[in-house]
């Protein structure tokens, strides 16, 4: 499967071990020797435009993607006890 960066963009990211939304992918982080995705960057809880807020970008190896579908990425990763909850949906 080929993807552009600007579809993974809009692609929602969630936390298969706990059922979390991590938001969507801001960035990529490459090796470039290889021409490898090293990993997908998301900005982290409370971010604005990945620049306003006060928590660091959260960053998912690459082997921790577990699949990425038409509309999300599911990921495996273990969150730390002192990150903020879970997003929630909003009914509307």
């Given at each position: ?71 999300i990425i599911l990921v495996d990763v273990e969150r730390e006890k002192n990150t903020e909850p879970c997003r929630k949906k909003r009914p509307f």
């Open positions: 499967m080929v993807c552009r960066f600007s579809e993974l963009r809009c692609k929602e990211v969630i936390n298969t071990e706990d059922g979390c939304r991590l938001g969507f992918v801001e960035d990529l982080e490459l090796d470039t020797r290889d021409g490898r995705i090293l990993a997908l960057i998301v900005p982290g809880p409370g971010k604005v435009l990945g620049m306003f807020g006060k928590t660091d970008n959260i960053v998912i190896p690459w082997p921790c993607i577990k699949r990425i579908g038409e509309d």
